[in-house]
């Protein structure tokens, strides 16, 4: 088997290559650990897919890419149904953390809104379809950016 690095450094590419060519950020961290590592159902690359641009493109919940790399976690790290009452599994949740501040230190915020500031120096309504094309063509690769360290950190840490 691969080692953890080198397997990271290549889902990180696929999360890049993804997020370049569908979009859709959280689908494309879930679909690259799951070639890469396993772990990841069709089903959770499915569910994932109205957690981009911060929730429904919204802009104001986190980073589909932070989601996507939460939702990795989880599906190694997380509580099972059937466990619910044997407490938080807090394990998982401080994870979750050290990836979130990983990611505000490295991109300047948490929030599709908040990277869209950092990005581009402004926000974009993106269900306007000239504003959404606005914030497409000033963003560079900056989203696909997310994808990648998010992908790189979690399967690093699998």
Known sequence: MKDKKQL??????????????????PQCVLAAVQETVGLITDETIKASHGLSGGGGLTGVGLCGSLVGGILALGAKRGRDRDKFAKGKFIG?????????????KKFGGLTCQEL???????????????EYQAFSDSRGDQCARTAEFVTQWVVERL
Not at 8 to 18: D, E, F, I, V
Not at 94 to 103: H, R
């Open 8 to 25: 990271a450094s290549q889902a990180a590419a696929l999360a890049l290559k993804y997020e370049y060519d569908y979009g859709c950020c």
């Open 92 to 104: 998982n949740f401080s994870k979750a953390n050290q990836l979130s501040d990983e990611f505000k």
């Open 116 to 130: 869209q500031q950092q990005f581009t120096g402004k926000t974009y309504d993106m269900w306007n379809p000239e």
